[in-house]
């Protein structure tokens, strides 16, 4: 059997074709207008939230395809875990689903690489429902243009142990508010156990930066100014806290989990967490669980961090008016108010916190919590610059590990972050 | 001469037809990735946007770049600390369970256990041991030494995952060692007892030259697999690797740099090529040394 050159050069290409897909995806999609008809197949993911949701979607997305027939909407969940290498393996891939669960800062790439639709031009009719601040959270700055409909907000709460205070001689029911309160009952905490118990498991983020005041970023968005005398103020009283065993000795590479199991063994007395924490404290820890009391977030600017999630929808759809259709029929306002029912979240519709659901006290603990998370929420401030890349949190990580070992002082190392940070801006163009 | 040429202008069928699979997988996911890889070294590419070829700039990057040189210099810890114990320990303990003695067979898969366990399963036990409370550290507390900071220390972290890449590879060099033992003939250890040697100088003058091709190429594959170390120390020193990223060793480097949604491909390939030359290079010293050695 003989093979001739063109058929050997035909194989070679059959060869060589599906690999040329495997680089970005071409400019071949959709259209931005979302006025035609609300029809075809698309795909809906979501971020970790088949778990403890799956009723509701399902219910969400038969409500959709009832009112849009022609409709059909395929769900995907996505782990919590490497969510945005997932996100970005699929927009590389040109398998980027039609309508996406982002956060603001996930949003930010898809929108400079094209492939987030701008809504203030395909469904700028919808913007007076939601709240000001919520719309204007998925802009990016350098483009212009809002890249994602606002979905819920969280402030998030800060667990921490009562027993573990009352043991140090502290008030439980009177627990930290501000930087200066946290630092001086967290020395007080490590003092008397003799360094065995942390009051804190993290190093600051960019988050503390900002809920301590200090200023992130130039007010056009071009380079980042965290290293300002507020910085080295917070950044040198954790210094002192890392030397006084009050923030954990392993807080210099801790991750989420880890901190969570330190707070879970009473390692530390406070962590930050969400509502499905209590259950997980409640199978887990039950006698941390009965000692537990939850807080607002730390601030010293009156403002807490609010935590925004968005539906982006891709840009290269193939069918936009029903993408844009169903990710504001996800984010409307009945829809949220139905979501935030099921769990600890606060619907981004204008309005929708006036609901006496979120400010009429029936009693109990829970409604407490939930009306004042709802309140703080009404001033609260998203402290994440939108443009600040994983790379810049480790950069900001590793410098503030410097400071805290003593490698160098809170000065140099936040100059250090501040140069690594716009450095890495400038990359991103 | 007509039907000459044609002859030659075809190719033979059959050989090329059974190489296909096996062509086309290597093509698919070794040869493309690697010349993508080496392309992508000479670009500014990021994960979303195409990339503009910018020459050596991203190899000039990495010369100033201080996160390199860190994980350059772990790296090359990691092979220096690595590699001895890996050729050597195995060797011994391969000696150990040579012997056909009752219940033998249970040491045999005892130590090859690690090599099958999941290296997350096991890194992440081993991060429960070695944790400020975890079990090493209230037996340390328990006999008076007191609490040590396996997870927090830079040097004691690195050590920590040389530990445990040891402890899990030693199964999978002893099996390698076994099979090298069995071909050592027994007579040339009869012979060097008659003649007064005792076990010590027999290892030495019999057993070692015997396997000395396997501890070569034991060396070889272990400290290519020292030098691109991820697993073990991305689990125990966390996704910033280590305190202030003191124990990020360069495959940890490129995942970070590389990856993510502004992943900066161009520079997480320079750094790769970097890798596969220093790989190469050192998989040609072990052969020379081997050679000099030889003659």
């Known amino acids: ?372 998370a709802a309140q703080s929420l009404k001033n609260a401030v998203n402290y994440t610059p939108v443009l600040f890349s994983e790379q810049m949190k480790t950069a900001l990580r590793n410098e503030v590990a410097k400071a805290l070992q003593g490698k160098e002082s809170p000065k140099t190392a936040l100059d250090n972050a501040v140069k690594a940070c716009d450095q890495l801006l400038k990359q991103q163009g | 001469m007509a039907g000459v040429s044609r002859v030659r202008r075809q190719l033979p069928t059959s050989p090329w037809l059974f190489a296909a699979p096996g062509l086309i997988v290597i093509g698919a996911f070794v040869l493309y990735p690697f010349v993508s890889t080496v392309v992508n070294s000479f670009t500014d590419r990021r994960t979303l946007i195409p990339g503009r070829f910018v020459g050596l700039a991203n190899f000039r990057e990495l010369l100033h770049d201080d996160m390199f040189w860190t994980g350059l210099r772990n790296s090359t810890l990691y092979i220096v600390g690595v590699v001895p114990a890996l050729v050597i320990l195995p060797l011994l303990l391969a000696l150990l369970v040579q012997k056909n003695i009752p219940g033998i067979t249970f040491f045999r898969s005892a130590f090859y256990t690690p090599v099958v366990a999941s290296i997350v399963v096991v890194g ?42 040891v402890w899990k590879g030693l199964g999978y060099y002893m099996i390698i060692y076994l099979a090298a033992l069995a071909n050592v003939p027994r007579e040339l250890h009869e012979a060097a007892a008659v003649d007064g040697a005792g076990p010590v100088r027999r290892f030495l003058t019999v057993t070692v030259p015997a396997v000395r091709s396997t501890m070569v190429l034991v060396a070889a594959l272990s400290s290519v697999a020292a030098f691109k170390v991820f697993s073990e120390v991305y689990l125990m020193a966390g996704p910033s690797g280590g305190p202030a990223g003191e124990d990020t060793t360069l495959v940890m480097l490129v995942q970070r740099t590389g990856t993510g949604l502004t992943g900066r491909v161009g520079y997480a390939s320079a750094l790769s090529v970097v890798v596969f030359v220093v790989t190469v290079v050192l998989m040609l010293l072990v052969l020379r040394a081997d050679r000099r050695e030889e003659t």
């Open chain 1, 1 to 372: 059997m003989r093979i001739s050159r063109r058929t050997f050069a035909a194989a070679a290409v059959a060869l060589v074709l599906p690999l040329s897909a495997c680089g970005s995806g071409g400019d071949d999609g959709g259209s931005t207008d979302a006025s035609g008809k609300v029809e075809g197949d698309i795909t809906f993911q979501t971020w970790n939230l088949r778990a403890n949701f799956k009723p509701y979607f399902e219910g969400l997305i038969a409500d959709f395809e009832k009112k849009y027939p022609g409709t059909r909407v395929k769900w995907i969940d996505q782990p919590a875990e490497g969510y945005a290498d997932k996100i970005s393996a699929d927009a590389a891939g040109g398998t980027l689903p039609d309508v996406v669960n982002v956060s603001p800062d996930l949003v930010a790439p898809l929108a400079e690489a094209g492939l987030a639709l701008d809504l203030d031009k395909a469904a700028g009719k919808y913007k007076s429902e939601y709240l000001d601040g919520a719309w204007a959270s998925h802009q990016v700055p350098g483009l212009s243009g809002t890249y994602a409909f606002p979905w819920y907000l969280n402030t998030g709460p800060l667990f921490y142990n009562k027993s573990l205070f009352e043991k140090a001689g502290l008030d439980p029911s009177t627990p930290p508010k501000t930087y200066d309160e946290l630092f001086a009952d967290a020395l007080r905490l490590a003092k008397k156990s003799d360094g065995k118990v942390a009051t804190l498991a993290n190093v600051p983020t960019i988050e503390d930066f900002g809920r301590y005041g200090v200023q992130l970023m130039n007010k056009e968005g071009t380079g980042f100014g965290f290293n300002d005398a507020k910085g080295v103020e917070l950044l040198s009283k954790y210094k002192e806290l890392y030397d006084a065993k009050a923030l954990d000795p392993q807080a210099l590479t801790a991750t989420p989990e880890s901190s969570g199991k330190k707070f879970l063994t009473e390692a530390v007395a406070m962590n930050p967490g969400s509502a499905l924490d209590l259950g997980n404290f409640k199978k887990q820890a039950p006698n941390l669980y009965k000692n537990i009391g939850i807080t607002d977030q730390i601030t010293s600017t009156g403002h807490v961090n609010m935590y925004v999630m968005g539906v982006m929808v891709n840009s290269r759809t193939k069918h936009t008016p029903a993408a844009v259709a169903f990710a504001h029929f996800v984010t409307d306002a009945r829809n949220q108010m139905s979501f935030a029912k099921k769990v600890a979240i606060f619907p981004s519709t204008a309005g929708s916190l006036d609901d006496p659901y979120f400010t009429k006290e029936d009693g109990t603990d829970e409604t407490r919590v939930r009306i004042a």
């Open chain 2, 124 to 165: 992440l036990i081993w991060v429960w041991l070695l944790d400020e409370r975890g079990l090493v550290n209230s037996l340390l507390e328990a006999v008076g030494i007191g609490r040590v900071g396996f997870l927090s220390d830079q040097w004691l972290l690195l050590l920590s995952a040389m530990a445990v890449t």
